[in-house]
């Protein structure tokens, strides 16, 4: 039986050992058309709450019909559109369905709003065939406010516990404020944490608030594990308090709970963590003792460019400390990287020997931390024998 709306057909016949292949092909675009227009392509952004200064990446992911699947994407962006431009060369394709996935940079743009626009080429269609599209907005950096929420995990740890992360905004100004509340995972991936009957969950939330409103949001703890950060940007100047609130609960998780509507015998810690503007220098207090050691977060907010901080340890009286690991070191960050450890874990893994020391018995001191370009940093006390955990100050001082 022929089917008159496929483009390839492979027909294999094998004699004395040899194997011929013959490939029949329609010759009109409407027929063409016919055969590809269920390969429609997933299109995720990042960051998906672009400015003007974010260099903008693509992911592109689907299920193709034969072995032909896209490839070699090309980025080219005009007034009001960016087209991602795949194509295949093939002309013999096997018929069995293919999923596929493309990545790459679309870089900076100006701000306004985007069509990007998927299109497929290949050697059986008459002109390129649309995949796929999407909107995109870039904003105007210059009238954006930007602040961190350094501290960010939620989902299950053990049966019977888990994290849960609460965000709140206040709008102290005398106008509305819009903005956009975006997810990251350490590794700088966009990640679904809040609840949605929609899958995959998302990992942004927008707003508008009245004057002197509020904006209340939490990350629902039957989703997979996170631990990462996320940003928040609204327009225009307006004061807003922003912090989060990051609780261990010891029960189930449970789809769409607000933490707030639990006992407070199930929460076994909470700490409330003030949001945080990326800034060059920051110093805050650490402690390691057989009671409480100190959790220190890095993040680089930066879709652009890697960041590199510069780490010193000084004991109580400002002086370098003098302790089994080096007093002072270097950390990069990749953009949108998030790193969280304890800080003894992390100055040990600088040790040129290899090994991991161990930590003092007593030391009360400070860090201080700094780059030539904007990040963050924040942290936890971390106490023991129970896991409980108080936020740590830090001042950002350039």
Not at 111 to 116: F, I, K, L, N, Q
Not at 222 to 247: C, I, K, M, Q, Y
Request: with cysteine.
């Amino acid at each position: 039986m022929v089917k008159v709306a496929d483009s390839r057909i492979v027909m294999a016949l094998t004699c004395a050992g040899t194997v011929i292949l013959a490939l029949a092909a329609q010759t009109t675009g409407t027929l063409l058309f016919a055969q590809f227009q269920t390969q429609v392509v997933q299109i995720d952004l990042s960051p998906p709450d672009a400015a003007d200064n974010d260099v903008i990446t693509f992911r592109l992911s689907g299920t193709w019909q034969d072995s032909c699947a896209p490839q070699s994407p090309v980025v080219s962006v005009s007034p009001g559109t960016v087209r991602i431009d795949t194509t295949n060369p093939g002309v013999v394709c096997l018929f069995s369905l293919t999923p596929w996935t493309l990545t790459g940079t679309i870089g900076k743009l100006p701000p306004g709003r985007y069509d990007v626009v998927v299109r497929f080429s290949g050697p059986n269609l008459n002109s390129p065939l649309e995949l796929g599209r999407r909107s995109l907005t870039v904003a105007d950096s210059s009238l954006l406010s930007e602040v961190i929420l350094p501290i960010v995990v939620n989902g299950a740890i053990a049966e019977k516990l888990h994290f849960q992360t609460i965000f709140t905004v206040l709008n102290g100004s005398a106008g509305d404020v819009k903005g956009t509340l975006q997810v990251y995972s350490n590794a700088g991936a966009a990640s679904g944490a809040f609840c949605s009957p929609l899958a995959p969950p998302p990992s942004n939330a927008t707003f508008a608030i009245s004057p002197n409103g509020q904006y209340l949001q939490f990350t629902s703890a039957d989703l997979a594990f996170l631990n990462g950060w996320a940003r928040l940007r609204w327009e225009g100047p307006a004061p807003v308090l922003v912090s989060e609130e990051l609780t261990l609960v010891g029960a189930a998780p449970a789809r769409c709970q607000l933490v707030c509507d639990r006992p407070s015998t199930e929460k076994l810690s909470s700490a409330q963590i003030a949001a945080v503007k990326p800034a060059r220098e920051f110093k805050m207090p650490m402690t390691i003792n057989p009671n409480r050691q100190t959790a220190v977060v890095l993040i680089n907010a930066s879709s652009a460019d890697p960041v590199t901080v510069k780490v010193s340890i000084l004991d109580s009286t400002g002086q370098s400390a003098q302790l089994a690991v080096p007093n002072s070191f270097e950390i990069t960050l990749r953009p949108l990287e998030r790193v969280s450890k304890y800080f003894w874990q992390m100055a040990s893994e600088q040790s040129p020997l290899g090994i991991a020391p161990n930590p003092p018995d007593f030391f009360q001191g400070s860090l201080v931390f700094s780059s030539d370009l904007p990040f963050v940093v924040s942290g936890l006390h971390i106490m023991y024998p129970e896991g409980k955990f108080v936020p740590v100050p830090a001042v950002s001082t350039r």
